[in-house]
T-cell receptor
Framework: AQSVTQPDIHITVSEGASLELRCNYSYGATPYLFWYVQSPGQGLQLLLKYFSGDTLVQGIKGFEAEFKRSQSSFNLRKPSVHWSDAAEYFCAVGAGLTLGRLYFGRGTQLTVWP | KAGVTQTPRYLIKTRGQQVTLSCSPISGHRSVSWYQQTPGQGLQFLFEYFSETQRNKGNFPGRFSGRQFSNSRSEMNVSTLELGDSALYLC?????????????????FGPGTRLTVL
């Protein structure tokens, strides 16, 4: 069965510092991987996705993620964090190309210090 | 294009009542999925509808049900509400487009309905 682990519940970084949020997945076939961001009281916004091809994917708001099959990881990175990036970040794996079902990690809460 | 809309945004009910939540997908999207988000359990999949048919279901009791209309709009219903049903209910829509490389996995979420059960 599919599952996603986000080892870090809460991360605090200073504005301007680099960021890496970790995500490990469990899936028997080629995974369809996503990162979403959620601001307080809001729904989920898609940051980026990986289906196939280049293992380094670019997303919105300056985020990127790297798929590493050997490590079953899909870590999210940003070279310089802005105060507006403070939010909760969710990693998710899809159930299959034709199924509208995602398995989510428990999320990582990001705090940004000025 | 307008995004996914959900109504109402906030709802307060008492135990034993029932509630209906509504979701309008992005125009052209035919798949609608529902999720429950709670601090204790995180984001959990409820069910997915495509072409008015439920084709995928999560591990929730029968008190949770849904339906989809011919215009792809969807509703979910929770009967005999319990305190533990208090949550943010999120709706997401998606489409499969080989040319764009998108799939039903690529889901676009609405703002959610915050349900409080007293």
């Amino acid at each position: 069965a599919q599952s996603v682990t986000q080892p870090d519940i809460h991360i605090t970084v200073s504005e301007g510092a680099s960021l890496e949020l970790r995500c490990n997945y469990s899936y028997g076939a080629t995974p369809y991987l996503f990162w979403y961001v959620q601001s307080p009281g809001q729904g989920l916004q898609l940051l980026l996705k990986y289906f196939s091809g280049d293992t380094l994917v670019q997303g919105i708001k300056g985020f990127e993620a790297e798929f590493k099959r050997s490590q079953s990881s899909f870590n999210l990175r940003k070279p310089s964090v802005h105060w507006s990036d403070a939010a909760e970040y969710f990693c998710a794996v899809g159930a299959g190309l034709t199924l509208g079902r995602l398995y989510f990690g428990r999320g990582t809460q990001l705090t940004v210090w000025p | 294009k307008a995004g996914v809309t959900q109504t109402p945004r906030y709802l307060i009910k008492t135990r034993g009542q029932q509630v209906t939540l509504s979701c309008s997908p992005i125009s052209g999207h035919r798949s609608v999925s529902w999720y429950q988000q709670t601090p204790g359990q995180g984001l959990q999949f409820l069910f997915e509808y495509f072409s008015e048919t439920q084709r995928n279901k999560g591990n929730f009791p029968g008190r949770f049900s849904g339906r989809q209309f011919s215009n792809s709009r969807s509703e979910m219903n929770v009967s005999t509400l319990e305190l533990g049903d208090s949550a943010l209910y999120l709706c997401a829509s998606s489409l499969w487009d080989r040319v764009r490389g998108s799939s039903y996995n690529e889901q676009f979420f609405g703002p959610g309905t915050r349900l409080t059960v007293l």
